[in-house]
């Protein structure tokens, strides 16, 4: 079945326009901007056709920008064309494939009107699948949920829209909140389940669901242990995500979410029980005798697709931080004093648009905290991706225009926007040096290097601080003192007039160059509200009923964050009730 839900996917037979094209017989070399550094392809032609394409110089995202340069190449040399289908959740990359190797293909004499035209299509046929389980959304919660229904008895099939696995969890830094004796024994931190239910219903302004809060803070341990069997492996130390308020965040040791997404997407091609349709977009949901029993599709090439369900349908769609007409209908709460429909999102955007929350109360589904949305500092200016330096960790100061640090950069993520907000230009530089990167080449736990992120215009770098302060235009002695002022604060000598508390096995002094500087923005990051489930992951209904045959999991959801999301709260909860849901359905 694997094979056949693969080829729906790619149902449009691709027939090449470009029989006769004559090359000048070589290898042409072209390189261009690509998502986090520049990209160099090698285009080998013969006289006829399109031999290889390799690219020999790329930094892109593991499991998003990897994944499009791998697809796109072998698509030019099927086709041989470059009218070809860009990979749907990284386009950004696609398209910079495309440049390049039309630079290449130019330098080689090719026709370049007959390769960018459009190739003939075969028309998509309407399919109809059964199954025990269809999971709507193939992002971390998606795929937990997938993966635990398998080890529970049930055939799956995952409904992806876009062309590749992962959802927002694939562009996170992967920090996943639990208490864990163990790692946080080792490293001398003292926490509690019951001091991570308290921070995190306090950190949420009080208004999270006590039952949905206690359930995940309980059971969060749990989950990285059941990651831990399929594959993942974690760094032996806990870190504290920006917006944490404690040292308990766990990090994969490759980098970022995508790691949990490479592991689950093997798990997946291993098991029989579980199958993907890929560039496949739910649009409604079935029903029958009031119990939800499958989902209403369309397939790439606008080719209806019905997947029906025996057992359960989970709804694991994301939030919808990437749909302006319902962030400007529900910001109401916290950020109501602000357009957030100006700012940018750190989700991918044609996956946080809100699609299971309509679907569902479309048939009756309650809905709760839908004005709680959050908005993240680590925005980039321009687009609100998270994107080069990271405002996670330690060894950091966050100052504005001028050079003063205005807010403790430990403090909730809420504080931490609206500091921004006050500021002139409401931006920011984080500034780092040598401590978080010891080299140019040094590759940082997203996979980045500060050699691409100045080569890209993302980052200045300068050799010390008097001259990072020339090239940004800040007053280098405000500057210079907020360097001293932070590391007095490290050292112990002084109490931060702004809040910030060192931790002596995690902060050290930033002394020595180079230094680096990274603009930032806030940025729509999170939408805490969603479906209204119960601690079962059942979805219920405007009555307060189960809608039976219905479950949901991750930002899709509603009630666990309150109205403010604690940083490494999102993979924990994505995990812990995605394994939930999965367990629950397979029922």
Same mark, same amino acid.
């Given at each position: 079945?694997?094979?056949?839900?693969?080829?729906?996917?790619?149902?449009?037979?691709?027939?090449?326009?470009?029989?006769?094209?004559?090359?000048?017989?070589?290898?042409?070399?072209?390189?261009?901007?690509?998502?986090?550094?520049?990209?160099?392809?090698?285009?080998?032609?013969? +006289?006829?056709?399109?031999?290889?394409?390799?690219?020999?110089?790329?930094? +892109?995202?593991?499991?998003?920008?990897?994944?499009?340069? +791998?697809?796109?190449?072998?698509?030019?040399?099927?086709?041989?064309?470059?009218?070809?289908?860009?990979?749907?959740?990284?386009?950004?990359?696609?398209?910079?494939?495309?440049?390049?190797?039309?630079?290449?293909?130019?330098?080689?004499?090719?026709?370049?009107?007959?390769?960018?035209?459009?190739?003939?299509?075969?028309?998509?046929?309407?399919?109809?699948?059964?199954?025990?389980?269809?999971?709507?959304?193939?992002?971390?919660?998606?795929?937990?949920?997938?993966?635990?229904?398998?080890?529970?008895?049930?055939?799956?099939?995952?409904?992806?829209?876009?062309? %590749?696995?992962?959802?927002?969890?694939?562009?996170?830094?992967?920090?996943?909140?639990?208490?864990?004796?163990?790692?946080?024994?080792?490293?001398?931190?003292?926490?509690?389940?019951?001091?991570?239910?308290?921070?995190?219903?306090?950190?949420?302004?009080?208004?999270?669901?006590?039952?949905?809060?206690?359930?995940?803070?309980?059971?969060?341990?749990?989950?990285?242990?059941?990651?831990?069997?399929?594959?993942?492996?974690?760094?032996?130390?806990?870190?504290?995500?920006?917006?944490?308020?404690?040292?308990?965040?766990?990090?994969?040791?490759?980098?970022?979410?995508?790691?949990?997404?490479?592991?689950?997407?093997?798990?997946?091609?291993?098991?029989?029980?579980?199958?993907?349709?890929?560039?496949?977009?739910?649009?409604?949901?079935?029903?029958?005798?009031?119990?939800?029993?499958?989902?209403?599709?369309?397939?790439?090439?606008?080719?209806?697709?019905?997947?029906?369900?025996?057992?359960?349908?989970?709804?694991?769609?994301?939030?919808?931080?990437?749909?302006?007409?319902?962030?400007?209908?529900?910001?109401?709460?916290?950020?109501?004093?602000?357009?957030?429909?100006?700012?940018?999102?750190?989700?991918?955007?044609?996956?946080?648009?809100?699609?299971?929350?309509?679907?569902?109360?479309?048939?009756?589904?309650?809905?709760?905290?839908?004005?709680?949305?959050?908005?993240?500092?680590?925005?980039?200016?321009?687009?609100?991706?998270?994107?080069?330096?990271?405002?996670?960790?330690?060894?950091?100061?966050?100052?504005? %225009?001028?050079?003063?640090?205005?807010?403790?950069?430990?403090?909730?993520?809420?504080?931490?926007?609206?500091?921004?907000?006050?500021?002139?230009?409401?931006?920011?530089?984080?500034?780092?040096?040598?401590?978080?990167?010891?080299?140019?080449?040094?590759?940082?736990?997203?996979?980045?290097?500060?050699?691409?992120?100045?080569?890209?215009?993302?980052?200045?770098?300068?050799?010390?601080?008097?001259?990072?302060?020339?090239?940004?235009?800040?007053?280098?002695?405000?500057?210079?003192?907020?360097?001293?002022?932070?590391?007095?604060?490290?050292?112990?000598?002084?109490?931060?007039?702004?809040?910030?508390?060192?931790?002596?096995?995690?902060?050290?002094?930033?002394?020595?160059?180079?230094?680096?500087?990274?603009?930032?923005?806030?940025?729509?990051?999170?939408?805490?509200?969603?479906?209204? %489930?119960?601690?079962?992951?059942?979805?219920?209904?405007?009555?307060?009923?189960?809608?039976?045959?219905?479950?949901?999991?991750?930002?899709?959801?509603?009630?666990?964050?309150?109205?403010?999301?604690?940083?490494?709260?999102?993979?924990?909860?994505?995990?812990?009730?995605?394994?939930?849901?999965?367990?629950?359905?397979?029922?």
């Amino acid at each position: 079945m694997k094979k056949s839900i693969l080829a729906l996917a790619m149902s449009a037979v691709m027939l090449p326009c470009t029989l006769g094209m004559a090359y000048t017989p070589g290898t042409y070399e072209a390189t261009t901007t690509g998502h986090n550094a520049p990209i160099t392809l090698a285009v080998t032609v013969d +006289e006829n056709s399109i031999t290889a394409v390799d690219v020999t110089v790329e930094n +892109e995202t593991i499991g998003v920008g990897k994944v499009a340069l +791998e697809t796109m190449t072998k698509r030019i040399i099927d086709e041989q064309s470059l009218a070809v289908d860009v990979l749907s959740g990284a386009s950004v990359t696609s398209y910079a494939v495309l440049r390049a190797a039309g630079d290449a293909l130019q330098q080689a004499g090719g026709d370049m009107e007959a390769l960018k035209a459009a190739p003939v299509k075969e028309a998509a046929q309407d399919a109809v699948y059964e199954t025990d389980v269809v999971v709507v959304g193939g992002g971390g919660a998606g795929l937990a949920a997938a993966i635990s229904a398998a080890q529970n008895g049930a055939k799956v099939i995952v409904v992806e829209k876009l062309d %590749i696995l992962g959802g927002s969890t694939n562009v996170s830094e992967g920090a996943l909140n639990a208490v864990d004796p163990v790692r946080q024994g080792a490293q001398g931190i003292e926490d509690s389940v019951e001091k991570f239910i308290t921070q995190t219903y306090e950190g949420g302004h009080k208004v999270g669901d006590m039952e949905l809060i206690s359930y995940m803070c309980n059971n969060s341990m749990a989950a990285i242990e059941w990651m831990e069997s399929l594959g993942v492996t974690f760094k032996p130390e806990c870190g504290t995500a920006t917006g944490a308020l404690w040292q308990r965040s766990h990090y994969p040791t490759t980098p970022s979410g995508n790691s949990y997404i490479r592991v689950y997407e093997n798990v997946i091609a291993n098991d029989a029980n579980i199958d993907v349709l890929y560039g496949t977009e739910a649009k409604s949901l079935i029903t029958e005798d009031g119990k939800v029993t499958g989902v209403n599709a369309v397939g790439k090439e606008g080719n209806a697709v019905t997947v029906k369900a025996s057992k359960g349908v989970i709804l694991a769609t994301g939030g919808f931080g990437a749909n302006k007409a319902l962030l400007k209908e529900y910001n109401t709460g916290v950020w109501a004093h602000v357009d957030v429909t100006t700012l940018g999102c750190t989700n991918m955007a044609k996956s946080a648009t809100g699609a299971g929350i309509e679907m569902a109360t479309a048939i009756g589904a309650d809905v709760t905290g839908m004005s709680d949305i959050q908005l993240h500092p680590c925005g980039t200016p321009g687009t609100g991706l998270m994107e080069n330096i990271r405002t996670s960790g330690r060894n950091r100061i966050f100052v504005n %225009i001028y050079g003063d640090r205005f807010v403790n950069e430990g403090a909730a993520r809420d504080t931490l926007a609206q500091a921004i907000f006050d500021q002139d230009q409401q931006t920011y530089y984080v500034v780092v040096n040598s401590v978080r990167y010891p080299s140019r080449d040094y590759v940082d736990n997203n996979g980045a290097t500060i050699a691409n992120m100045v080569a890209q215009g993302s980052v200045i770098e300068a050799d010390t601080l008097a001259e990072l302060a020339e090239k940004t235009g800040m007053d280098a002695a405000k500057l210079q003192a907020s360097v001293d002022n932070y590391n007095a604060v490290v050292r112990g000598e002084v109490e931060d007039a702004l809040g910030f508390q060192a931790n002596n096995k995690a902060d050290v002094e930033m002394t020595e160059g180079p230094w680096y500087a990274c603009k930032k923005v806030p940025t729509v990051h999170h939408t805490m509200g969603g479906l209204k %489930i119960n601690v079962n992951t059942e979805v219920l209904g405007t009555d307060g009923n189960v809608i039976p045959g219905l479950f949901a999991c991750g930002e899709v959801t509603g009630g666990i964050h309150g109205s403010n999301r604690l940083g490494g709260n999102a993979i924990a909860d994505c995990m812990t009730f995605g394994r939930l849901a999965g367990i629950n359905a397979a029922k």
